[in-house]
């Protein structure tokens, strides 16, 4: 119950209207060569954002570009406000240029990287392809991890580990290290990161997003923010009990890897499904 009302909150959120002539008919012209993301072809505007010629967002992204490519004429790779869509991407399970993503290929990642069944994905991986289809005006049938960053629509505010889209002048998707350094104090010396804990974290950045933001601007997205925090503790804790291990929580968010160095592994614990993420949301409520 609780996790299809999530689900239909998060399918609400990605109605965005931004309706931009476009043409679909190019060829993509990014390609990198391996793990360094290194852009080996030249670059060319994209028509499919219409008069954006790229994301509306990725535009400001100059950190990223510069982190990602080594000339000046390169399109880095897309990446999203979701650090588990992008650590997929990092690791190479999806695109690694993070773009014409499908949802068989999003129900595949998740399934290898990090042991999630295809019930809960296929939703989120719909809501996507959604989001580009209102973005382009077009029917997609695929994603580019970009299209996530409009604000407000899928992205939203008081983020763990993203500054908020005012507070960061745009930039609502590359991980900040001074929002996440506030959710490392709260949780002190704790190796163990409880509900009460996970919890704690996401009211306290919901708080400091309200009272920092530019007036009017915060929209608390309760419903989504939980079940983030419940995908976490399940994906690095235990479906049933959460309990994350915080240096493996740490890792997958600042280093958008997924925490293999450290001893996890997808299937340290059970399968994560819609109906385990539910009993976990509920249980968030009440810690
Ligand atoms: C197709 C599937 C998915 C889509 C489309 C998606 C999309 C998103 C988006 C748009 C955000 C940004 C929200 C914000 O503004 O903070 C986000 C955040 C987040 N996602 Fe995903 N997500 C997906 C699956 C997952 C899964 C399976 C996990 C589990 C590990 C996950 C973990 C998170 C977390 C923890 C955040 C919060 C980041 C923060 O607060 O800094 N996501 N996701």
Not at 121 to 128: E, G, L, N, P, Q
Not at 170 to 187: E, L
Request: aromatic share 10%; net charge neutral; glycine share 6%.
């Amino acid at each position: 119950m609780l996790f299809s009302l999530l689900i239909r909150v998060l399918t609400l959120t990605v109605v965005f209207s931004a309706a931009m002539p476009t043409s679909s008919d190019e060829t993509p012209c990014w390609s990198y060569g391996g793990d360094d993301h290194r852009c080996t072809q030249p670059w060319r505007p994209s028509k499919r954002f219409g008069m954006f010629h790229r994301s509306p967002v990725a535009m400001t992204s100059s950190s990223f570009k510069s982190r990602t490519c080594k000339n000046a004429n390169c399109v880095p790779p897309a990446r999203s406000p979701c650090p588990a869509l992008n650590a997929l991407a990092n690791e190479g399970l999806l695109p690694r240029s993070g773009r014409n993503i499908t949802i068989a290929q999003t129900v595949a990642a998740f399934s290898t990287g990090l042991n999630f069944a295809a019930d809960v994905i296929t939703s989120f991986a719909a809501t996507a392809i959604a989001q580009c289809s209102n973005i382009t005006n077009t029917t997609c049938t695929s994603f580019d991890l970009d299209m996530l960053n409009v604000p407000h629509a899928a992205e939203h505010d008081g983020s763990l580990s993203r500054e908020d889209f005012n507070f960061g002048r745009g930039n609502n998707h590359d991980f900040s290290p001074r929002v996440w350094a506030q959710v490392m104090d709260y949780w002190g010396d704790a190796e163990i990161i409880d509900f009460a804990l996970a919890e704690g974290a996401r009211r306290m950045r919901f708080r400091t997003a309200n009272e920092t933001d530019l007036p009017g601007w915060f929209v608390p997205k309760t419903m989504q923010s939980l079940g983030e925090t419940s995908f976490y503790m399940a994906a690095f804790g235990d479906p049933v009990l959460g309990n994350a291990r915080k240096d493996w929580v740490h890792y997958w968010f600042s280093q958008e890897r997924l925490p293999f160095a450290l001893g996890w592994k997808p299937t340290q614990r059970a399968e994560i499904t819609g109906a385990s993420m539910a009993a976990m949301i509920a249980k968030m409520i009440a810690a």
